[in-house]
């Protein structure tokens, strides 16, 4: 089977079966209420750019002289993480979807620390941590992990909170909490797909 990823509709599918995305099933989760649109629209624009100079870095095809001030600190924030956690990407903005309930994501980050453990890593630039983080890294690890042998799983969930002040956090998630969160998310989804069908 394989997956695919229209990036305009940010929509996947799995051969000719739609997959909801992870970030579309925490929408409950997510209250953009009350936030300017103007505002929404630069910080969606912000994070973007971040995630993009992140990936170039990673790959080793980012010319630092070229980005904006205005990057630069999420950038050198992600630098620091990488140098201090002694962290190497193994998979890099890696599609994944999950053969048994059948959603799909885009996971950042893949990888190891120096201890030699594979992780699962999302970054963040937001203003704060959003409270989602945890159920969405939960999903694309079930996604990740499922059918896999041990040896291949990765056993850990982070988000890298990239600061405009040039530092960052390291958070763990619970796997355990916060898969069921997602999967309720995800049955809400479904339910509402199943009656916008009958009508």
């Known amino acids: 089977m394989k997956l695919n990823f229209d990036p305009i509709e940010h929509a996947y599918t799995l051969d000719e079966m739609a997959l909801p995305s992870v970030t579309q099933c925490l929408q409950p989760l997510i209250n953009l209420s009350g936030i300017p649109k103007d505002v929404l629209e630069t910080a969606r624009a912000r994070g973007e750019s ?7 870095f990673d790959m080793g095809l980012l010319a630092t002289s070229s ?3 205005l990057l630069r600190p999420y950038i050198e924030a992600w630098m620091k993480f990488r ?5 190497t990407p193994e998979l890099i903005e890696h599609r994944v979807w999950h053969n048994k309930y059948r959603y799909a994501g885009t996971v950042d980050r893949i990888g190891r620390l120096s201890s030699g453990v594979k992780i699962l890593i999302d970054i963040k630039s937001t203003h704060e941590p959003p409270s989602y983080a945890g159920p969405q890294t939960a999903a694309y690890l079930g996604a990740f992990n499922y059918g896999k042998p041990d040896s291949n799983k990765a056993v850990g969930i982070y ?5 405009k002040t040039g530092d960052y956090e390291f958070i763990e998630h619970d796997v355990d ?3 069921p969160v997602f999967m309720s998310c995800l049955k ?3 339910w509402k797909l199943s009656k916008k069908k009958r009508k």
């Open 50 to 56: 971040v995630h993009k100079a992140t990936e170039l």
């Open 67 to 69: 980005i904006s001030e």
């Open 83 to 87: 140098e201090e956690k002694q962290f």
């Open 159 to 163: 988000t890298v909170h990239l600061k």
């Open 177 to 179: 909490s916060d898969f």
């Open 188 to 190: 809400i989804h479904n």
